[in-house]
């Protein structure tokens, strides 16, 4: 159950209104927990100018982190829509289950990336040097490492504001992890 509403259109300031017009015309609709950041006159914005800004970790890549901070913070939301995006990216149905436990055998630069991500994000920033280590000899630079921390940050940011405001999931919903 929500605790607090996703507002409609008409609920929201000019601004947030014209971020809304833009995201329906690339999207085809407002997802609920992007809509739920208009409740701020600036977070919408400035979420989207985080999401947008340039980096080294894009398209799969991103995914794999999507999905991993997803998965350790339990974020149903950004696990179900990362899930379908991950699909548009070309991640299988079993790919993505294997990355959301923090493991990607099919690819081991990834593989690395996935590993380095769970670790952050369960130490709390404090990697073991050894996976970063592992995560440099796949082939990843200090650039990258850089830029994945900031990734971990964007996907926080959703997995945290889902949590508190528990906005309906409109996605269909991620399968559950084998036990």
Known sequence: MSVINVPTREEISPANQALFDNIKKSV????NLYAT???SEHALGSYLALQGAKSSIMGKAREVVNL?????NGCEYCLAAHTVIGKMHGLSDEQILEV???N???DLKLDALASLVRNLVLERGHADPKVIDAFIAAGWTKANLVDV??????KTITNYLHAATRVPVDFPPAPKLPE
Do not use: L, M, T
């Open 28 to 31: 085809g609709s407002v997802p």
């Open 37 to 39: 950041f208009a409740h």
């Open 68 to 72: 991993v901070v997803s998965q350790v």
């Open 100 to 102: 959301r436990s923090g």
């Open 104 to 106: 990607a055998s099919f």
């Open 149 to 154: 921390i900031v990734a971990v940050g964007d």
